[in-house]
């Protein structure tokens, strides 16, 4: 399966992030796929931020829950993540993976610099 990444990659503070993960090779519904949204800031290690599901249900990391929200449209077999409030500290590579049985798969990521 291969996933790559897409979003804006400049949002400004207190704006809304919209990315996008196209996937092929694999149907986002198949059991059983998780599909993850994770990212790297500057100097730090990677922070998982959710999943979802084949099955549609999702997770999320309980410090960006309030603000993070995952979803995917099947006929486009893509995901989506948006997270809003953003702040400078939100300054990532994001990346989506998906986890099949003990296989992860992983884009090449997209980066998301919050700047004025």
């Known amino acids: 399966v291969q996933l790559q990444e897409s979003g804006p990659g400049l949002v400004k503070p207190s704006q809304t992030l919209s990315l996008t993960c196209t996937v092929s090779g694999g149907s986002i519904t198949t059991n059983p796929y998780y599909w993850s949204w994770i990212r790297q800031t500057p100097g730090k290690g990677l922070e998982w931020i959710g999943y979802i599901a084949y099955s549609g249900s999702t997770y999320y990391s309980p410090s960006l829950k309030s603000r993070t929200s995952i979803s995917r449209d099947n006929a486009k077999n893509t995901l989506y993540l948006e997270m809003n409030s953003l702040k400078p500290e939100d300054t990532a590579v994001y990346y989506c993976?998906?986890?099949?049985?003990?296989?992860?798969?992983w884009g090449k990521g997209t980066l998301v610099t919050v700047s004025s």
């Open positions: 993976k998906a986890t099949y049985y003990r296989m992860d798969y």
